[in-house]
């Protein structure tokens, strides 16, 4: 059974950081191209950062490029999103999607608020 499972949201000052997690399970992490993409209350999906399956070429979004660093450990099955300098406007649902090999699966998402 594939699952993403991603963590690490909450509630966070402005200017706050926060550490995302995706656990990955059922399918061959490490074969698997990772996204984070994210949903803001009322707005339509937006892509935040690519990693590509050996980690070694990431991609941003300019509205996050120097503030957020995605990662993967694929000992682990796991993909990262450290969130640093938090603006009011990073408030949305965060979720992560592998794709490989004309498959693509996606985690249900973790909720990241910031607000004073």
């Known amino acids: 059974q594939v699952q993403l499972v991603e963590s690490g949201g909450g509630l966070v000052q402005p200017g706050g950081s926060l550490r995302l997690s995706c656990a990955a399970s059922?399918?061959?992490?490490?074969?698997?191209?990772m996204s984070w993409v994210r949903q803001a209350p009322g707005k339509g999906l937006e892509w935040v950062s690519d990693?590509?399956?050996?980690?070694?070429?990431?991609y941003y979004a300019d509205s996050v490029k120097g503030r957020f660093t995605i990662s993967r450990d694929n000992a682990k099955n796991t993909l990262y999103l450290q969130m640093n300098s938090l603006e009011p406007e990073d408030t949305a649902l965060y979720c992560c999607?592998?794709?490989?090999?004309?498959?693509?699966?996606w985690g249900q998402g973790t909720q990241v608020t910031v607000s004073s």
């Open positions: 999607w592998g794709q490989a090999a004309g498959y693509d699966y």
């Open positions: 059922g399918f061959t992490f490490s074969s698997y191209y």
């Open positions: 990693i590509n399956s050996g980690g070694g070429s990431t």
